[in-house]
């Protein structure tokens, strides 16, 4: 078993590697963190956005939670979104999911889950939406699948509908927003729909992200 010693000695072997490769890397980060990127994923630990994304540390600002899921009363996430463009300015906004996600799971199984539950009725919500889309997979692991890409589908549109995007996008700021969908057996992401990039694009795009799907 990891001991909490071994992290400290995996953190100090981390660190010295930095160091070699940049003397002056903390010091630089310990300044300013400026992000181009904000990731708002899953807490699934097979998915750690730096790494699958090749960005060091300062680079991708990140909000987790479980379904990856954006809810307008959720106010850590809100306020994560809000710092994320309004004060780091990043770019690009990255709504990430990724299949064999345990809480979709649970949903298409109608799996009991005690607490989670309650968070888990706002992706219960999407299944429902998208009954006859879902209905028209057999086998429970496509299914899953398709529920993963539409739960992007879904989420990256709650994205654009906050108030934080919507005043970003009126004031002339740059701002694209992008679903994907993660592999865990092979480690590579998929684009779910267009990326959006502004007002005029956002239902369009949502739209086109469904038909590109190829289910009804």
Known sequence: MCSIESLFANNRAWSARCVAQDP???????????????????????VPANEILGLRP????????VG??????????????Q????????E???????????AVQAVVEQRRTGLAENWLRHLEDVSRKHA?????????EARASLLCELNVIEQVSNVCRTTTVRRAWERGQHLEVHGLVYGLGDGLLRRVGAS???IDARDAGYVEALSALGVP
Do not use: M
């Open 68 to 81: 990856n899921l954006v809810v307008h009363s959720d106010l850590n996430c809100l306020t994560v979104l």
């Open 132 to 140: 006859d889309r879902l209905g028209h997979k057999a086998a429970t």
């Open 83 to 90: 710092y994320a463009v309004e004060v780091l300015k990043v």
């Open 24 to 46: 002056q890397f903390f010091q630089r980060l310990a300044r300013q963190q400026s992000p181009r990127y904000l990731w708002i994923g899953c807490s699934d630990s097979r």
């Open 196 to 198: 959006v990039g502004g």
């Open 58 to 65: 300062g680079e991708v600002f990140v909000h987790r939670n």
């Open 92 to 102: 690009h906004v990255l709504v990430v999911g990724h299949y064999g996600c345990g």
